[in-house]
């Protein structure tokens, strides 16, 4: 090994190839995004699969406030609908998933009850991802313990996680509900994890 000896105020040669390697990482970080966005269904291909269905999605907006309704294409009745907000933290916009309510007339549907959920699901996901949101949260309200364990399976089943439980039991559970107005599990999901997970089912339908 060779020494040198550098005098005071001398300057070491920096290495550049750093410089490149970073130029690569953001090269490479940009093609990953471009495939995501290319992998994920649109708001017009949720559209299209929910008519197939016989379903008619409707999304209205109020200030960050928003709300979706379906309705049956050939009976014109209310299926069900879903309630929430944008919302904007230190971590950035979150989308906040306030409610999914069904009518009972999905039950004697061909159509499972979490099927037509599903559909009013990825309206609300896709909105928030197209407002800015990267994390969707909701509570599986825990009414029922049958209910409570269908609605933990389904919500886990289609990408979202159990953060917390929320019972009512503790000090640190007054925000939760305050915010939720009830007790069950607090879930979060990815938004963009969510859309590229459900490609597949609305993608080249129509």
Request: positive net charge; contains cysteine; charged residues 25%.
């Amino acid at each position: 090994m060779k020494l040198t000896t550098t005098t005071p105020g001398s300057k070491l040669p920096l290495p550049k190839p750093r410089i490149l390697a970073r130029a690569s990482l953001d090269s490479l970080q940009e093609k990953r995004k471009s495939i995501k966005s290319g992998s994920m269904p649109n708001m017009a291909d949720i559209l299209a699969a929910s008519k197939s269905q016989n379903l008619d999605l409707h999304l209205q907006t109020l200030g960050p406030f928003f709300r979706i309704t379906a309705r049956s294409l050939e009976t014109g009745n209310e299926l069900g609908r879903a309630e929430g907000l944008i919302r904007v933290w230190l971590r950035g916009k979150i989308l906040h998933l306030d409610s999914i309510r069904l009518k009972r007339e999905t039950l004697g549907m061909e159509k499972s009850i979490f099927g037509i959920g599903l559909f009013i699901g990825a309206v609300a996901i896709r909105y928030g991802y197209d407002c800015g949101c990267r994390t969707a949260e909701l509570l599986a309200i825990n009414d029922t313990e049958f209910y409570h364990a269908k609605l933990v399976r389904f919500y886990s089943r289609i990408g979202f996680k159990a953060v917390h439980e929320v019972t009512g039991s503790t000090m640190g559970d007054l925000a939760h509900l305050l915010v939720w107005g009830g007790v069950g599990t607090r879930m979060d999901a990815d938004v963009e994890e969510l859309l590229i997970k459900w490609c597949t089912r609305f993608q080249n339908r129509q």
